[in-house]
């Protein structure tokens, strides 16, 4: 596994709920969900916040794939069709970047290729701090 998908893959919220990072190259990533009881709601369906976390974490995959750390600023989900049952798959793409802004659209479908839902992603890129100045010295 190389660096960048490890520290990609290596996110508790993403883990605790049930989520693989499957793939992530510069500006792209792939993150399958398996539906289990956990993700369903009050009235049995899959939960929105459940394909909603799905989304994002490929969102962040993808925003936080070029090294500097990308933080989202404005995100919006469209709930297309309602999943059953079996694997959910988020594959986020980046539309556009700048070196202080990306946005990125996500589509999560189900196991047979059907769209459950589209997420649209805008993330700010932070720039690391500039190097600490040398302590000035007494003569």
Do not use: W
């Amino acid at each position: 596994m190389n660096p960048l998908h490890e520290r990609l893959g290596n996110d508790p919220f993403a883990r605790h709920s049930g989520m693989e990072l499957v793939s992530v190259e510069p500006g792209r990533a792939t993150v399958r969900m398996r539906l289990e009881p956990c993700h369903r709601n009050a009235l049995g369906g899959v939960h929105g916040g459940a394909i909603f976390t799905l989304a994002d974490s490929a969102f962040a995959a993808a925003s936080n794939s070029h090294g500097p750390l990308a933080v989202a600023v404005n995100v919006n989900i469209s709930f297309v069709k309602a999943p059953s049952s079996g694997f959910l798959i988020a594959t986020a793409r980046e539309i556009a970047l700048n070196p202080k802004l990306g946005n990125y659209t996500v589509e999560v479908r189900d196991e047979r290729d059907i769209l459950i839902a589209v997420f649209q992603g805008l993330v700010y890129r932070k720039t690391p701090p500039p190097p600490a100045s040398p302590a000035p010295t007494l003569a």
